[in-house]
Structure formats: C-alpha cells, structure tokens
C-alpha cells in the first residue's frame, strides 16, 4: 500500500512541475498563479473542535472565472467532548467559480478528495496480541467551499474561506463520519 507521505510528495512534485510548466505562459499575463498556507480551526459534533495546517494551488486565466484548485490538509490536534481520529490528513481537487475580477473576489467551489484517516474511537481485538488496534484507510471525501479574496499588493492578497467536509471513514470497524465544517484565513501569494 502507498503511503500518505509518498500521496503527499508526489502531489508537491506535480504542483512544482504544473508551477513550472506554467512559467512562461505566466510571464505573458495568461495565467494567475496563487498559493496560501494557513491554520484552519474545524468544528465537529458534539462540543469537538480540530486544527489542521491548509495549503492550496490554485491556477487559472487572468481573464476567466473559473480557477481550478488543489488542496490539502495536515491534521494537527483534535479536542473537545468526543475527538474521533488520531489521524485526519485530506487532499482535495477541484473547481471555484469567482464572482468578480475586482478587488474583493467572492468565490464559490467543489473540490472531491481523499482522507487518510485513523479512528481513535473504534479500534478491532487482535487476538493474537490482546491488544487494541486501530486500521488506517484513504477513504473519498467532498467540499463544498465559500470564500472571499482581497488583492490589496501586487504579490500578496488576503483571504477567508469556509467549506463544508463530507465523508465516511471507512476501515475493519463500525465507519465514522468526517463531517466538519472548517475556516481558513490568512495571507497568500500569486502571480
């Protein structure tokens, strides 16, 4: 099985290499390129909260509407009444549709995804040990997110953004939903 770390190094090698190949077209003022990294507190059911470390790329024509995105999650801590995994890592892939050109950009968008995720709640007997353990999987996921960008510098800009997570964890034990909703703020960089 393929790890996540090996998910994520290739993700960051296809990101590079699309940066690059786009290097020229970008000189020529045909396509934006961004890029932000932020912290992104997540808020789950029954009085949990979660903190993961978000990235994103985002391409598309300085004239369009459209910017296709990716992103990822880094699962940080979860705490609360019920904190359910000790392992919540999601890539995400898709397309935002930009309500302006202006300044301030509403935006809207759909990214499904992947979660690499590990239950601390529901673990399986190994008989042979008498131990506890807990499998981890990938498992699908979908985002449905809402943001606003401020392009206030020439290489800098400012955002927020909420989404919406869905999705089940499913692994050798009873699933667990991965629902949450999650924000993100902060400062970002294109060109």
Known sequence: MVSFG????IALIIGLGAINATAQESESDK????????????????????IQ????LGLRPKQGR?????DGFYYLNAFGDRPRF????????????????????PYVGFQPGVAYAQSSEYGR??????????????NPVGSVATGLDFFGEKLFFMFVETRYIFGKHK?????VF??????????GLHI
């Open 125 to 138: 007997l190994d008989e042979v040990t008498n131990t506890v353990t807990y499998k981890k999987s990938i």
């Open 178 to 187: 991965l629902d949450e909703w999650r924000f993100s703020f902060g400062l």
């Open 171 to 175: 692994s050798d034990t009873y699933p």
């Open 86 to 105: 000790t392992i919540n890592h999601q890539l995400y892939a898709g397309a935002f549709y930009r309500f302006s050109d202006a300044q301030l950009q």
């Open 66 to 70: 459209i910017e296709l995105r990716g």
């Open 53 to 56: 470390l978000h990235g994103y």
């Open 31 to 50: 396509i934006k390129i961004k890029s932000a990294l932020s912290f992104s507190p997540g808020f789950l059911t029954e009085n949990t909260k979660t």
């Open 6 to 9: 090996k998910i994520i190094a």
